[in-house]
């Protein structure tokens, strides 16, 4: 069964605490993708890579790291230097090869800080 | 930023009637993509029109772009209960670039 998983589904993480959340691609895609989207809004960037040990900073990468050691994952870690972090994250993926334009959504993880 | 606009920002119709989506963009484009969000889910991808294209059918879907006026609009036709969700539009510059989402429209289809 191919996509993207995300876990967790829901998360609660205390203030001042890190939090990794994970993303995981099965579909051999080059790019990946992180997204935060809140209540009746769109979606902003917050990171992206297009190859294993390279990633590029999106429009709110400001308290959020990722890493890309390997080409079918690439978690992102919630920072205690994010100062609203209360949202709901998608991860997605990309073939660039062959001229692929369609991005491929995971089911998001509901990160709450309590 | 949000480079994509939709509008209108809401939308209710009956079961059978046409939903007619619009979005605006503000730079050049290589194409320009449709999703569909359910409520607490991801994405998913609906249809893809490139610059080059005026028109793009699939299924009860029709999408029009008028990269003159940087707009796109996305029609629904004979729609379902089931079409309830939210719709972005999202612009690809193109050069593998990342794409930038609109802030979308809600869709309620009445039984």
């Known amino acids: 069964d191919g996509g993207i998983t995300q876990s967790p589904k829901y998360l609660f993480r205390k203030e001042g605490q890190n939090v990794t959340l994970s993303c995981e691609q099965n579909?051999?895609?080059?790019?990946m993708y992180w997204y935060r989207q809140d209540p009746g809004q769109g979606l902003r960037l917050i990171y992206y890579?297009?190859?294993?040990?390279?990633?590029q900073k999106g429009d709110i990468a400001e308290g959020y790291s990722v890493s890309r050691e390997k080409k079918e994952s690439f978690p992102l870690t919630v920072t205690s230097a994010q100062k609203n972090p209360t949202a709901f994250y998608l991860c997605?993926?990309?073939?660039?090869?062959?001229?692929?334009?369609?991005?491929?959504f995971g089911p998001g993880t509901r990160l709450t800080v309590l | 930023s949000q480079q994509g606009e939709e509008d209108p920002q809401a939308l209710s119709i009956q079961e059978g009637e046409n939903a007619t989506m619009n979005c605006s963009y503000k730079?050049?484009?290589?194409?320009l993509q449709w999703y569909r969000q359910n409520s607490g889910r991801g994405l998913v991808h609906l249809i893809l029109?490139?610059?080059?294209?005026r028109e793009k059918h699939s299924g009860r879907l029709r999408v029009t772009l008028d990269t003159s006026k940087k707009s796109s609009s996305l029609l629904i036709t004979a729609s379902r209960a089931a079409d309830t969700a939210s719709y972005f539009c999202?612009?690809?510059?193109?050069?593998?670039?990342?794409?930038?989402f609109g802030s979308g429209t809600q869709l309620t289809v009445l039984p």
């Open positions: 029109i490139r610059s080059n294209e």
């Open positions: 730079t050049s484009i290589n194409n």
């Open positions: 579909l051999n895609h080059d790019a």
């Open positions: 999202a612009t690809d510059p193109g050069s593998a670039r990342q794409l930038t």
């Open positions: 997605a993926s990309r073939l660039l090869a062959g001229g692929s334009d369609t991005q491929y």
């Open positions: 890579s297009q190859i294993v040990n390279d990633f």
